[in-house]
Every structure is written in structure tokens, then in C-alpha cells.
């Protein structure tokens, strides 16, 4: 036997292998016996999610199951809606290190890419998604990274479809902004970042009162092209949130305060200080994305980093979603599917359980206006689904099964494959010669 026939016997096997193996074209799935979370209302002992054409249509512990449904029994599991991740760059690349297909970053060198519609280059395919399944996520947040405007980005499932129209949620959901850093290009102190987000806001009102003047050149020259401005409309007229990436607590009240200027809807991702004006978030309605796995600052606007940040800031009101900040931005693309060990370390820090899970689910859903989509389990919402070996925060524990739109995936990823092909050494494999 060669050894690609060999290779595609053992993914066929290993597939085959799945607990919760479901005939071709089952339209009508009831998952039965398991403790299931809700997230939108309180745990049911020994309940049931009945879906039916990509769809919940029941959720209790009394649910009538059709004749013809595919039962799961999910007695001794865990069932919760499919984490969604709230910041990563999934989709975007494959290799890393600027190897191979880069989607990630416009190349502007003005640092404003409103336009830059980012989904339009995601990777349906991307090597990544199968391993953030298997982790439980089903959904995230695909975003643009760098500039002072990075661009648009979309909310996506992890469906495994090839083309974009059927992995697409919500596009755009939020238009991303970096502070942090001077990572924007051709720009210096904060300061200066600041003082542009405003010369881009006020051309942005005057580009949409002066359409006609603009396209007879009868305007003044603004700071962005007219499909940069255009983009930025919904910004402006607080339809489309500007998600804001920032760390330290004084640029996060300079985020507050571009907002209440202008009217805008933020979101501060990041947030490494956020815990500093808790009680200004809560006030403004301003959620936070943040992480709890790292207390190390690895800059100097993270140098009040700590593990309470989330606890403290759930303690004020705020709402949160939960995303890595383990450093080194593999949580963003590689590690993606690790967003729920985030989770669980934030209940160690003082975050309730309840909370985290909300965290990881419907608070971002609610954030990014999709709550009537995923991040729960209630009729009428995607059958994004995933059954538990236990407590999903436990590392020990497994995602036996994945539901995504109704239809339960279990293609292995690339770490399968490898693990399986190499699970079993040749004879002599290691000995000396």
C-alpha cells in the first residue's frame, strides 16, 4: 500500500471512529439526556435541543421529539452553544511569519483603510478552522490588523463551505481601529493618532453632506479616498461599532471620550487596563475585549496587566468577550480554538462560571448584533451546538461532538492527521542500524 492510500485509509478511519456518527441528510436532529446550557436562561438537568433544517426549534427537559428525528444521547455530557471568539485573525493566513497568503493587512501607507473589506480575502479553507472546531468554536470574529484604521471585519461560521456567501454571518460587523503602540502606519504619538481619528470623523460628515460638491472637485482635500469615507458613514452615524484596539487605561478614556464626542458606538479590545476605568466602561455602555491568561506586560501600555481583569470588570457592569492575550498573537490565528482555556482561567481570577461562558458566546453575539443568530440556544437561532465530555473549561475535557448550522462536522484536522499517521512507528523505526 503507498503511502498516500494509507494516509486517506486512516482519516477515513478516524472519522468513521466519531461517537456521535449521523446518517447523510438528516434534517431533524434531537441531542437528549445532557446538561444543557442555555446561556440566554439557567442550566437544564436531562434536556433537549431538537434542531430541524439548520435550526433550533426547541430547548427544554419536556421537548416532544418527532418519529423522525436522528436522536444523539448526550447523557453524562455537557451542551452549550458553539463558542464564538471574538478577535482573531482566522482565515487570514495559513504558514505564518508572513508566509504564504496574507490577508491580513491593507497595504496603505497613509494607515486609513476603511474600505478595506477583509472578508472578501478569507480563506474558507484555511488549515486553521478545522483545529478551532475541534475546540468548540464555531464562530468568530475575522479581523484586519494593522494601521490606524485596519478595516472591516465580519463575523463568520466555521462551516467548512467553500464559498463565502455560506460561512458569512454579519459582514461587516465592526470596523477596526489600532491605538496601541504606534502600531499605525506613518504615524507617531498617541496623540497624533488621536488628533487623525478626528480629521477622519469630521471629513467623514462633510464628504456625506458634500456628495455633489466632492465629485466636482468642489470640496477641500480630505484625509481619505472616497471609498475610505464612504465606509466610515455607518461608523459615524453609530450603526456600525468602531471596535478600537487599546491596552493602557489613559488611551481607553481617550477612546471614551472620542465616543461621547461624536456619538459613536466602541468597543475596546485589548484592554489590558481596563480594570483602571471600569466604572467609566459600565457607565458609557462601552464592552471590552479582553483576555485573562497573561499578567506579564509585554509593553509599556500593559504595564498594569492582571488576571482580575475581566472579574473586575464583569463586578462594574460591563459586558466582555472573551479573547486571547497569551502573547505573541498565536492566539489570533493559531491558537484560536484556545479561547476557552481563557475562560476558565478567568473563573480562577474571580470571574463566574455563568459569566465566563457568556464571555465566549452570547456577549460577543450581543456585542456584534447577531445575538438573534448564535450565542445561545434558543429557537429560532443557529444549530450551533457542541456536546461536551464535561466542564468545557477543564483542559482534560473534549468536544465529542460539533454541530454547526444543523449539520454536525467532524473532519480531522491537520494535527489529526499527523497524530494518526505517526501514532503507529514503522518496526525498526529508532534502532540503531
Known sequence: MNPMTRQVRQVLVLAAACAFALPAGAQTIAITGGKVYPVSGPAIENGTVLIRDGKIVAVGKDVAIPSDAQKVD???????????????????????FSAGPRELRAKRGDGIASGFASWEGYNTQSVHIASTREGGVTSVLASPAGGLISGQAAIVDLTGAIALPDVLVKAPATMVSQIDDNQSAEVGAKGELFGRLRDLIEDT???????????????????????DLEAMIPVVEGREPLTIEAEQA?????????????GLKIVIAGGTEAWKVADKLAAAKVPVLAGAMNNIPLSFSMLGARQENLAMLRKAGVEVGIIGNAGG??????????VRFEAGNAVAY???????????????????????KIGSLRPGREANVVIWSGDPFEFSTRAEAVFIRG???????????????????????????
Do not use: C
Open 74 to 96: 448526550a447523557t453524562g455530557k455537557w451542551v452549550t452553544p458553539g463558542l464564538v471568539n471574538s478577535y482573531t485573525n482566522l482565515g487570514f493566513g495559513d504558514v505564518g
Open 205 to 227: 460628515k462633510a464628504y456625506e453632506h458634500r456628495k455633489a460638491d466632492y465629485e466636482r472637485a468642489q470640496t477641500r482635500d480630505f484625509v481619505a479616498s472616497r471609498r
Open 250 to 262: 489613559s488611551d481607553i478614556e481617550g477612546a471614551l471620550s472620542l465616543a461621547k464626542e461624536y
Open 329 to 338: 498573537g498565536d492566539e489570533e490565528l493559531f491558537n484560536v480554538r484556545n
Open 350 to 372: 474571580g470571574m463566574s462560571w455563568d459569566d465566563a461562558l457568556r464571555g465566549i458566546t452570547l456577549g460577543p453575539a450581543e456585542i456584534y448584533g447577531v445575538s438573534d
Open 407 to 433: 449539520k454536525k462536522l467532524d473532519a480531522p484536522s491537520r494535527q489529526d492527521m499527523l497524530e494518526n499517521r505517526y501514532k503507529t512507528l514503522p518496526p525498526n523505526y529508532g534502532s540503531p542500524e
